[in-house]
């Protein structure tokens, strides 16, 4: 057992979660990496090891803010570490291993959340829709007393029709910024160990250049956009919500289908990374998720033909 490593992975992981409570916007996004130290531990080494590092830092996290900061770590980070690094060790394709790590803490919390509200008796939905009224005009009365009328007065226009859809658009907010966290820290994890041969067993390959989602995956897309014309309200926020989870699949897919093109063209790992940035940034983004789209059918990069061809 390397000790050594366990140690470097958990002041790294516990030092990257402690930097979103410390460090305002920069230190949030990087704590959204935390799951990266532990992933390689457990896929180059063993996954006791990886469990290991994971504890220590719930344990530091524990004596530095509370077992509540510790729980938020293991249940969410740590979850999301052991599924993505179980899919690199048994070399499950990126988009398998992705949708595991990011998976796991959201069943869990489902799972926690179905129990307590079914313990108390009481609708969900209901109680998050008080708490974040409960909250805003907590924050309008703060933000009053401190002479910044202008921010309360923003606060206080959020209607309730807003909260009323922002709470029920929250599972595929939840699941798709999940996946897609996990997902980065796939390909974070990847991109070090393939740096280093020999560090890790052989791993699936993976190049974001040439990724595209199992055609299949579509019909998920299909089925949302047909039930937010179904009359209900149950079944328009479910078309929502899945929409909204395609909507993160297919914009990776078509931000993938500009790198292959950018790589095509030598264009250095820097400039294409403030080109991607550019184009999120900006309307172009909806183009960007109509080409993920479109090329399940125009395959733009002929990358189904080697794959259909090994098939047959």
Not at 64 to 85: I, R
Not at 92 to 105: C, F, I, Q, V, Y
Not at 131 to 139: F, G, R, V
Not at 272 to 288: K, M, N, W, Y
């Amino acid at each position: 057992m390397n000790y050594r490593q366990i140690t470097i992975a958990t002041i790294q992981t516990s030092g990257m979660f402690v930097a979103g409570l410390v460090i305002p916007l920069l230190g949030q996004l990087i704590t959204l990496f935390a799951p990266v130290p532990l992933i390689l531990l457990a896929v180059r080494n063993s996954r006791r090891e990886g469990l290991i590092a994971l504890i220590a830092s719930c344990v530091l996290l524990g004596i530095l803010g509370g077992w509540q900061t510790a729980a938020v770590l293991f249940f969410s980070f740590g979850l999301m570490a052991f599924g993505v690094s179980e899919g690199m060790t048994r070399r499950w394709k990126p988009e398998s291993a992705s949708l595991l790590g990011g998976m796991l803490p959201v069943i869990v919390l489902a799972v926690v959340t179905l129990y307590y509200f079914g313990r108390v008796d009481k609708n969900p939905v209901l109680v998050l829709e008080e708490y974040l009224k409960s909250n805003l005009a907590e924050a309008a009365k703060l933000y009053t007393q401190l002479g910044l009328a202008e921010m309360a007065s923003v606060i206080s226009t959020i209607s309730d029709t807003v909260i009323h859809y922002v709470v029920r658009l929250l599972p595929g907010i939840t699941i798709a910024t999940s996946v897609f966290q996990a997902a980065c820290c796939y390909g974070i994890s990847h991109s070090i160990i393939a740096r280093r041969p020999g560090t890790a067993p052989a791993l699936a390959p993976a190049s974001l250049a040439r990724w595209h989602a199992p055609d299949v995956w579509v019909w998920g897309l299909i089925a949302g956009l047909t039930l937010l014309v179904v009359p209900g309200e149950t079944a328009y926020f479910t078309g929502l919500n899945l929409a909204i989870i395609y909507t993160v699949i297919y914009l990776t897919q078509g931000v993938a289908i500009v790198d292959h093109y950018l790589r095509k063209g030598r264009v250095q790992p820097f400039i294409r990374g403030l080109l991607h940035t550019i184009i999120l940034a900006l309307p172009s983004i909806v183009f960007v998720i109509a080409l993920g789209i479109v090329d399940i059918w125009a395959d733009f990069r002929k990358v189904r033909a080697p794959q259909e061809a090994a098939k047959s």
